[in-house]
């Protein structure tokens, strides 16, 4: 069982309130989406959530706001974190993003994790040797899915950097560069995907 409930809307008062209204404003809906109902059980947190999720995550910017939504689903997959991957599911296929698309960026993730896990080992084992052998996994995926190369890249260094996988986010971020990425906007990719991390480390804490 759950160690926090949500707060429903009906139980908010004062600043609790007057957030969770600037979030309906935000997203164009008549109800606050479950996420960030958990949230509201420390007020703080939720604020900051939400400015955080507001200029990061749901604006336009260096990135579009239909981009970052797609990193943000990556990185709540990838944290395995049903309430906002369920959500966030909806709200890319709102914003244009196919079905395809969707499922796409899933595996893009897990292809990614599995290159992480590899250029890991070879930093931590402490053994020129490991440099020298070949890889030998195969990643069709990233060339492979109905995605653009670049957006590909920009999943591919959200979820390295959440593996902590230092060749991986190197390697990645001078690709995208290569492809027409600006820093502020690979940037502006870690922005989101940090926003979404801290929103589903506190639902795992919270038990779900």
């Not at 296929?93 to 994790?113: F, I, N």
Request: glycine share 6%.
């Amino acid at each position: 069982m759950p160690a926090i409930q949500p707060l429903p809307e009906s139980e908010a008062t004062d600043k609790t309130e007057q957030t969770y209204g600037r979030i309906k404003e935000m997203l164009g809906t008549d109800s606050v989406p479950e996420p960030f109902l958990l949230y509201a059980r420390v007020p703080a947190f939720l604020q900051d959530f939400f400015m955080n999720a507001k200029r990061f995550v749901f604006a336009d910017g260096k990135l579009s706001a239909k981009t970052k939504a797609l990193i943000a689903l990556a990185v709540a997959s990838k944290e395995r974190c049903s309430p906002w991957s369920d959500w966030l599911t909806s709200y890319c296929h709102q914003l244009g993003w196919s079905e395809a698309e969707t499922t796409d960026v899933r595996a893009v993730g897990g292809a990614c994790a599995m290159y992480n896990t590899f250029f890991k080992f070879r930093d931590l084992a402490g053994k020129d040797i490991f440099q020298g052998m070949p890889v030998g996994l195969r990643a069709h995926t990233f060339a492979g899915t109905s995605l653009d190369e670049l957006t590909v890249e920009l999943v591919n260094i959200a979820i390295s950097d959440l593996n902590s996988c230092h060749a991986c986010v190197s390697g990645h971020v001078a690709k995208a560069i290569d492809l027409g990425a600006s820093e502020e906007a690979i940037l502006e990719a870690i922005q989101c995907s940090a926003t979404i991390f801290a929103g589903t480390t506190f639902h795992a804490a919270a038990g779900y």
